[in-house]
């Protein structure tokens, strides 16, 4: 390798690793930059001024002045790239967009039972491409497509090992991207749910995730990232044994915690319709607070076994955790009253995406590889 090579080289490092910092500082200044890479500071404006070039960054404002001149703010500049992502259920197709902020810039759903078959992947291919479309986004500007799966996804990303939700096992996940023009890039959906919820929260250090839909399922958030286990099935929590000899789970198996709160659960009393039932509970209605009430004491004993088995914050999210807010200082209470070593229950956590988390965090996973892959080639 030449001299001149290498200076590239350098040059091209330089400006990802300057790129990174904005990235995950949100917003910064030339200064601060220079201060928290320990770079030079010609060398910081060269190359923030190609990534303003490039439309990378931009300029958004000042800081307050220290007693010179007002330090000028540098940001990303989220419009320039975007990530499709889609969940796939049982009975429906959900499709957001996001920016490289992670902003959710648009979702949609669409009811679409899954089959494994070649007409539903044509389905998939077209609602994308007519979503895209809607969104009014160039396509070169999109990363990918993420897809979150409610199964175990094997590790190189080109199989779901098994699906009792949807009802596959060892099948190739080429079904799903053979039409679709764009990388494609696949998860467990409570894996993803929860990258979304940690997404932007630098000062998390680790956290349970619970979602709570029509199956039960999970993630545990550690160092940095997800903690899939020997077999990618870490974070399985809706087949933890909660109840021994109890009822029947989905999967064969009796006493499982997907038994006693799944989604269904609650939605199965108002004729399949979640928004029904609560409310049914906001209204007083004595059959769905009762109903209501033995969720949440399953749930407490769920939350606590979490609390004891990992001592950090759990998440509730899914489509429960979209309601759970209200709820929460009465569940923290109960979670409380059982906990051997704290009379606290602040640690449960309300999610902060209540529809298409795990969409949103399988597109996050193109947004994360382009930050940290920018200017590099």
Known sequence: MGPAQNRMDVKTINKNRIYRYVYANGMTSKQGIAAGL?????????????????????????????GGRKAKAISIVPGARHAIGVEITRQHIGIVLVDLSGALL????????????????????????????????????????????PGIVSEDGMAIVSSHVI????????????????PCFFANDANAACAAEIHGQAEMEASVYLSLSNSVGGAVYTTNSIYKGDNQRGGEFGHMTLVPGGDVCYCGKS?????????QVLSSLANGN????FAKVDAGDRDAMAAWDRYMEHLAVALNNLRMAF????????????????????????VADRNTFERDGSYVKACRYTQEASA???????????????SLG
């Open 38 to 66: 320990g770079m030079s500071m010609p060398t910081v404006l060269q190359n923030v001024k190609e990534l303003i070039a490039e439309g990378l960054l931009a300029e958004t404002g000042t800081f307050e002045s220290t």
């Open 167 to 182: 009802g596959v096992m060892s099948f190739a996940t080429e079904a799903f991207t053979s039409r679709i023009p764009y």
């Open 274 to 277: 979640l928004d029904d039932f």
């Open 106 to 149: 648009r979702q949609e759903r669409l009811m679409q039972p899954f089959r494994a078959e070649d007409h539903y992947f044509r389905l998939l291919a077209e609602a994308i491409e007519r979503f895209i479309d809607r969104c009014a986004v160039p396509r070169d500007s999109l990363l990918g497509v993420g897809i979150s799966i």
């Open 360 to 374: 949103v965090g399988a597109a996050l996973r193109h947004v994360d590889e382009f930050a940290v892959n920018v």
């Open 311 to 334: 001592d950090c914050n759990v998440i509730i999210g899914g489509y429960v955790g979209a309601y759970i807010d209200k709820h929460l200082p009465k569940l923290a209470a109960m």
């Open 255 to 263: 006493g499982c915690l997907d038994a006693y709160c799944n989604a």
